[in-house]
């Protein structure tokens, strides 16, 4: 018996949900008592004979007293208002609950637009009624939770159910840190200070690792040079380029197909390229044949082995947009390398007595570091490696 | 002549018919019959948890338990190997692999589950541990004696004991914390702080409706079947999930209290004294039985010597 009245509930449930999906004009009131398997079908395709009673309510005969209203039914149901994914907010600041966590700062536009790709703004505003206007979670979930709800979450369950259910699926990851900053860190901190990021920045904003392949080639139509090599690596890992300094304006439909295709990026190579390299004529990128990977000793004829290759390009050369050439010169970055004070130990080699005495030039001739001193430029027998200049000690 | 073998035999099938006799109305009129209609209980929707593991902190914060800083729990690789509740931490998260890599994996809430009719509380002795006619399962430490029955007779293996507390060692398990639902309205620390709402606190019967109805609604989601509602003969705390939780490390029992046979066996001998009576009037007819044939045998002694004397 118990089972029986399950069964017509369940019924009844999904006759209801069934005619507030499919919207196709109203519905026969039903009967929870005479709905049969049959009955439910038609349903949703019975003549517009009245409104449909069940999308709302949950029993056949409501009433002022007992009015039987279902709850908020999801899945776009009651989504009426027309909205675009650009009309919504830039960005949205969740601080209705700031406790134990700061403010979140919501990519709201960013959201919008890979909701585009699935279900629209419903997947997350699934109710809306037809005046326009989207209200607010916070319309119909409680900040504060009450005990006595049991089928209505309250604002942070709704966020979280929300949020949760696409994180998960696309990532795994349940860090709240993902989201949340925690509120300790946050004292004095303006919570719009980290919203101010740039708005175009598609990629420079959280999004899980996108895979890059580490050189592209281009086939174009420049006659003298038609094969471009890019490196995407170098500029990414070498050069220290962030996504957003070539990714600028790129929306989520330039990478996700959004079902009418991968919108193209027409990529401007002028502005692009150009804002770094300038001053390179087409042969610097157009070139008959593929190009290796930048090499700092073929470009420049200045080998970065051992020391210089374990830093980063922007240590000597600035960042990227500000690319400065330093001199030759050691000491023009090693300033404290002065005569009588550099420290020969940093080369693996601690000087004797007899050798710490004299001076750089006695054995580098003419200040050429690169090469190594000969024992017998100076010594008429031939010592090494008998003996050395002083002892080895571990580089630093 | 009654030997001691006799003897207990007859003892033992007196009781056997006295618990026999008993059982049917011992087993009905438990300790159940003294719940509250409108007793509490907690749902765990183990499909909503992600192990985020906040409720543990919460939990150690509200019992004046060990815990780190709020980001400590973002640590996942406690996850990996399968916990129980201790001394130091009244409720785990464990978590279950995807059975296939389209799924998520299932994380499992541990804790006391609140039993209706509670083996440790008809294990206790003493009565430290008491069920609360509003649902939680509570403990008196001032009753306790520390004999740690409670942690043998508990079906999920759930109290555990200060071993390292040499003066006034505890029981340790989750309390419901009836300090802030039946005190305060308060929600237990737990269900407060749970992101998702995937534990749900309210009346037991109101908790068994709505899991109910999450079942029917969405069956592809969910394992038909709310964990809690008959095992054990039934338990405050409601477990859902996409599987069924007894192949998590939650234990496959039957629907009857481990305690409804013991205790039918121990009321039903006590009950209006019967067992006693039974016995002592038993020993009774047998002393008095014995002492007649003896006294019989002595007189029927007399006789014939009197006889032998007369002939002799």
Redesign the interface.
């Known amino acids: 018996m118990l089972n029986l009245k399950?069964a017509l509930?369940?019924l009844t449930?999904l006759a209801a949900m069934t005619a507030a999906v499919a919207m196709a004009g109203p519905a026969q009131v039903m009967d929870p008592g005479h709905a049969k398997p049959g009955a439910t079908k038609k349903a949703g395709k019975s003549a517009a004979t009245g409104p449909d009673c069940s999308a709302c309510h949950s029993c056949a005969a409501p009433t002022h007293a007992n009015p039987c209203l279902q709850s908020c039914q999801r899945h776009g149901a009651q989504f009426k208002g027309q909205h675009g994914s650009s009309e919504g907010p830039e960005i949205v600041i969740i601080d209705q609950l700031a406790n134990?966590y700061g403010p979140v700062v919501f990519a709201h536009k960013l959201h919008a637009q890979m909701s585009d790709m699935t279900g629209g703004c419903t997947n997350c505003h699934h109710y809306s009624p037809a005046t326009g206007a989207v209200p607010p979670c916070r319309q119909c979930h409680e900040p504060t939770?009450a005990?006595?709800d049991?089928?209505q979450?309250?604002l942070?369950?709704a966020y979280?159910?929300q949020c949760?259910n696409c994180h998960?699926d696309w990532n795994?990851d349940?860090?709240?840190?993902f989201c949340h900053e925690?509120a300790a860190d946050r004292k004095g901190a303006d919570p719009k200070a980290s919203a101010a990021h740039d708005p175009t920045d598609i990629v420079g904003t959280r999004h899980p690792l996108i895979k890059a392949k580490p050189t592209y080639t281009y086939k174009t139509t420049e006659p003298t040079g038609p094969m471009v090599t890019f490196h995407h690596e170098d500029h990414v890992e070498k050069f220290g380029l962030r996504c957003v300094d070539c990714h600028r304006g790129d929306t989520c439909a330039s990478c996700h197909d959004t079902g009418s295709g991968k919108e193209k990026r027409a990529l401007d190579h002028v502005t692009t390229c150009g804002a770094c390299h300038a001053e390179r004529n087409c042969a610097f990128c157009h070139s008959g044949d593929s190009k290796p990977q930048f090499d700092h000793r073929l470009s420049t004829g200045w080998s970065l082995e051992p020391y210089h290759a374990r830093i980063a390009c922007s240590t000597c050369h600035g960042e990227p947009q500000a690319f400065r050439t330093p001199s030759r010169q050691c000491t023009s970055c090693h300033i404290h390398w002065a005569e009588g004070s550099f420290d020969h130990k940093l080369t693996g080699l601690k000087l004797d007595d007899n050798h710490s005495e004299l001076e750089c030039a006695n054995c580098h001739l003419e200040m050429n570091f690169a090469a190594k001193p000969q024992c017998t430029d100076c010594h008429d027998e031939a010592m090494f490696p008998a003996k050395l200049p002083g002892s080895r000690v571990p580089r630093r | 002549m009654v030997t001691r073998r006799d003897f207990l035999k007859l003892s033992g099938a007196a009781a056997g018919t006295a618990a026999l006799a008993a059982t049917g109305a011992v087993a009905s009129s438990g300790s159940t019959s003294k719940l509250d209609p409108a007793r509490v209980g907690v749902l765990t929707d183990l499909t909503l948890c992600i192990g985020c593991r906040r409720c543990e902190w919460a939990c150690a914060q509200q019992n004046q338990l060990p815990y780190g800083p709020l980001e400590s729990c973002d640590d996942q690789s406690l996850l990996a190997n399968a916990r129980r509740p201790d001394a130091e931490h009244y409720t785990v998260i464990n978590r279950y692999p995807a059975p296939t890599w389209r799924e998520q994996p299932l994380d499992v809430k541990v804790q006391c589950m609140h039993c209706e009719h509670p083996a440790c509380v008809s294990a206790c002795i003493v009565g430290a541990l008491e069920k609360n006619p509003m649902g939680p399962v509570t403990y008196d430490p001032w009753k306790c004696i520390g004999c740690r029955y409670c942690m043998v007779a508990c079906p999920f293996q759930i109290p555990a004991y200060e071993y390292h507390n040499a003066l006034t060692p505890k029981v340790m398990k989750c309390t419901m914390c009836p300090e802030r639902t039946l005190e305060k309205q308060q929600l237990p620390a737990c269900a407060e702080i749970c992101p998702r709402e995937a534990i749900l606190f309210g009346r037991r019967d109101e908790l068994l409706e709505l899991a109910h109805e999450r079942l029917s609604q969405h069956p592809d989601r969910y394992h038909p079947e709310v964990y809690g509602e008959h095992e054990v003969g039934g338990t405050s705390w409601l477990l859902i999930a996409d599987r069924p939780v007894t192949e998590c490390g939650i234990p496959e029992l039957s629907d009857q209290s481990p305690a409804a046979l013991t205790e039918t066996i121990q009321h039903g001998i006590f009950r209006g004294f019967s067992g006693p009576l039974m016995i002592f009037g038993l020993l009774s007819v047998l002393m008095k039985s014995s002492t007649d044939r003896r006294r019989r045998e002595d007189w029927d002694g007399e006789d014939q010597r009197d006889g032998e004397d007369k002939h002799g």
């Open positions: 399950r509930v369940a449930c134990l939770r005990a006595s049991l089928r979450p309250a942070k369950g979280h159910r949760i998960l795994h349940n860090a709240c840190g925690q």
